[in-house]
């Protein structure tokens, strides 16, 4: 049977090194003999697995003073280190702890962590969905304290070992031949306590505040488009990074204009002579009046196109049309005059041929005979 290698040795440090000095010789060898950055390579797994082993031993107190005074025996006859132990808690130290700086984030033991996204509902013009525009809105959310710069203590003062767990963030209990790990109760498994909080956050290194942010919102935007605000939201915790901040759009109703995607709908209304004789008309548009020319005989309902009068379109590839709904208007009140010319118009057109109206009584006829 192969000699286990003394602990101190594996981890490259002496007897007398810091708790700090073993997590950190620790975090070197475990990033570079992890499994995950060594597919099937036997060698590196079984220098991880070493390095594990003397690692739990060695941030352990207890364990460490035991090792110290017996070596390996201490531990032939108790738990055991087959490789990992995670009855121990173990595999939260190595993901939450070690890899999380890996990760660029420290996860896991209360420590980083990301802050909360927000949502802010903003409501424009229509006009402004159109051409685009910027709004200063005010949002309440959680900002880092800026008295102790997020980190919860007094005049800078540094954050010191919590003397329940001597900075693991767990405490640990012996039944038969089990170690039990739980979170430690005095630190919250930060691992951390503030002797001295801040007299702003209280310890947080976070306040509630009220933020006044520049929205720059795109040309063509609609009711339901989101603008999304990196890092707008909520202060993360521990270091961790801020949330972010989604603003959902909504667009006010406009008097003459509908939206439909990129077209802009608009219903004109013209007189009847108008729209039997043809007529030129001035129509709105989001530019100001255009003339637009009615053709004779135009039938209400009928739909004309100004081209590139629409809506841009939000990746930039051009606008939309303006459709231009024609509503033939029939007046509610008549003069004499009015009346008279048109029952003569009335008698005179039952002598013309009519497509809509004979159409319409030729299936008439053909439906009761």
């Known amino acids: ?98 890899f999380g700086d890996f990760f660029g984030t420290r996860r896991g033991r209360g420590r980083a962590r990301r802050g909360e996204h927000l949502r802010y509902d903003l409501e424009i013009d229509f006009e402004e969905a159109i051409t685009g525009t910027e709004k200063v809105v005010k949002v309440p959310r959680v900002a880092e304290c800026e008295n102790c710069e997020g980190r919860g203590t007094k005049d800078g003062e540094p954050r010191a070992t919590c003397p329940a767990c001597n900075g693991s963030g767990q405490t640990r209990f012996q039944q038969s031949f089990f170690t039990i790990a739980k979170t430690c109760g005095q630190c919250g498994g930060q691992g951390t306590i503030i002797r001295n909080p801040c007299g702003d956050c209280g310890g947080a290194g976070t306040v509630q505040k009220t933020a006044a942010l520049n929205i720059k919102v795109p040309a063509g935007v609609d009711t339901g488009s989101r603008l999304k605000l990196r890092g707008e939201g909520e202060a993360g915790q521990g270091g961790g990074p801020a949330g972010d901040l989604y603003v959902v759009i909504g667009v006010r109703e406009h008097p003459l204009f509908v939206r439909d995607g990129q077209h802009i709908v608009c219903d004109m209304p013209i007189t009847f002579p108008e729209a039997a004789i043809g007529a030129e008309i001035e129509v709105p548009t989001l530019n100001g009046k255009v003339k637009m020319k009615v053709p004779t005989g135009t039938q209400s309902g009928t739909v004309f196109r100004l081209r590139g009068k629409g809506a841009p379109d939000l990746r930039g590839y051009g606008h939309g049309d303006q459709l231009v709904r024609i509503i033939v208007e029939v007046p509610r009140k008549l003069t004499a005059r009015q009346r008279e010319l048109l029952e003569e118009f009335a008698r005179d057109t039952r002598k013309e041929v009519n497509p809509l109206s004979k159409g319409f009584l030729d299936k008439v006829k053909e439906m009761f005979g």
Not at 18 to 43: G, I, T
Not at 53 to 58: D, P
Request: glycine fraction near 10%; charge should be negative.
């Open 1 to 98: 049977m192969a000699r286990k290698r003394d602990y101190y040795e594996v981890l490259g440090v002496g007897r007398g090194a810091s708790a700090d000095d073993v997590k950190k010789a620790y975090r070197k060898l475990a990033l570079q003999f992890h499994p995950d950055r060594n597919p099937d390579n036997r060698e590196a797994e079984e220098s991880f697995k070493e390095a594990s082993e003397a690692y739990q031993v060695l941030s352990d107190p207890d364990r460490r003073a035991q090792y110290d005074q017996f070596g390996h025996a201490a531990f032939e006859q108790g738990a055991g280190f087959g490789g990992f132990d995670f009855n121990a808690g173990f595999a939260e130290d190595l993901f939450a702890d070690i």
